[in-house]
């Protein structure tokens, strides 16, 4: 009797976490033998686990996310983030309701209660991605920070195109502030997150709330996506056979923002902002070879300027969507750590808490 399609489909995933765990697992100098020649853009060399893994979608002909129908396309994003982030340990996790939200909140090894907790927004260009695809993500940050992680599932496009996205990240942000107590959460230390479209809806959530007189402590943005009316220089560098392609981004904004002119709204493009006072000290990390690398760093320094707390990364050597493989390799995996480590410094207790 031959096996069913779920089960193949198993067995083939299966395969496909063993050759990926033992390509990014033996040592550099023959990983540089099978990836090929050194990649370098910009002054910047590729991680060269990064450029086998790369190398190794191409050689198994893996689909790129866009180039698949809609639902299959957001079941192979989850895919590769399942392939990427393997299993991570946590202290403990459960699925909560945010309001009319579905969420997820992840609560470290030896949490204190009350601790600090980030509101988190998934990536995948406000069309795809959900709590699946960045468990691995969550848990690794949640575990390695001693921050509890709270991932809002928020509505996608095009079925909920502009401004469901934006508005679902606010109100998740308001109910928590409202709601700290009950998932463990100090209202005093309390954080927004988000890698990608989810950096960018942290990055407008964060001035929405400094705008209203939310308390929020700290702002964790990772190659966010910050401006959809400007196309900067390094779209056209890094737009091709790195990852995040710039048919992807044409195709998510063009179904999240159809209608161009919402593209300048400061709720789509916080680099167009109006920053306002109070705004919370952020974190911004970049990929030097990254699409989004240059906005990500000018909506630093727009943020600098206008004299917010602010600190950049740029993890020169890392693609679009490192932070997604924490399960493999090892340059991803160290970046994501450091990341988690800030994250642990932004929400650590304040000098003047208690009095």
């Known amino acids: 009797m031959l096996p069913g399609p779920t089960l193949r489909a198993a067995v083939d995933q299966r395969l496909k976490s063993l050759t990926l765990r033992a390509a990014m697992s033996?040592?550099?100098?023959?990983?540089r033998l099978l990836a090929g020649r050194r990649v370098t853009i910009d002054g910047q060399v590729l991680a060269v686990d990064t450029q086998l893994m790369l190398r190794l979608e191409r050689v198994a002909r893996q689909p790129s996310t866009e180039s698949l129908p809609l639902a299959a396309g957001r079941r192979n994003l989850v895919m590769q983030a399942t392939l990427a982030g393997g299993a991570q340990p946590i202290g403990a996790v459960r699925d909560v309701s945010v309001g009319d939200l579905r969420a997820r909140l992840y609560v470290p090894t030896g949490a204190v209660d009350p601790g600090p907790l980030l509101v988190f927004f998934h990536g995948g260009g406000w069309v795809y991605g959900?709590?699946?695809?960045?468990?691995?993500?969550?848990?690794?940050?949640?575990?390695?920070?001693?921050?509890?992680?709270?991932?809002?599932d928020y509505r996608l496009a095009p079925e909920h195109p502009f401004p469901a996205a934006y508005d679902d990240a606010v109100a998740a942000y308001r109910w928590v502030t409202e709601h700290a107590g009950s998932l463990g959460a100090d209202p005093s230390r309390l954080g927004v997150g988000g890698d990608s479209a989810g950096g960018n809806l942290a990055a407008v959530t964060a001035i929405e709330a400094a705008r209203v007189g939310l308390a929020m402590a700290f702002q964790l943005l990772v190659y966010p996506g910050t401006d959809a009316t400007t196309h900067r220089p390094s779209r056209a560098l890094?737009?091709?056979?790195l990852f995040l392609t710039e048919e992807f981004i044409d195709g998510v904004l063009a179904r999240y923002a159809p209608d161009p002119t919402t593209r300048a709204d400061p709720r789509v493009s916080p680099l167009l902002a109006e920053i306002p006072a109070g705004l919370a000290p952020a974190y911004v990390a970049t990929a030097g070879f990254d699409p989004l690398r240059?906005?990500?760093?000018?909506y630093a320094r727009a943020?600098?300027?206008?004299?917010?707390?602010?600190?950049?990364?740029?993890?020169?050597?890392?693609?679009?969507?490192?932070?997604?493989?924490?399960?493999?390799?090892?340059?991803?995996?160290?970046?994501?750590?450091e990341?988690?480590?800030r994250l642990a410094v932004g929400l650590r207790p304040r000098p003047d808490a208690g009095q």
């Open 26 to 31: 033996i040592p550099p100098r023959v990983q």
């Open 130 to 152: 959900d709590l699946d695809s960045h468990d691995p993500t969550c848990r690794f940050l949640a575990e390695r920070s001693g921050v509890r992680v709270l991932s809002v």
């Open 294 to 298: 240059d906005e990500g760093e000018a």
């Open 238 to 241: 890094f737009g091709r056979d």
């Open 303 to 337: 943020l600098a300027d206008a004299g917010v707390e602010v600190e950049l990364r740029r993890f020169s050597d890392q693609i679009h969507g490192f932070w997604s493989v924490v399960g493999v390799g090892g340059t991803a995996r160290a970046a994501a750590a």
């Open 339 to 341: 990341i988690a480590a």
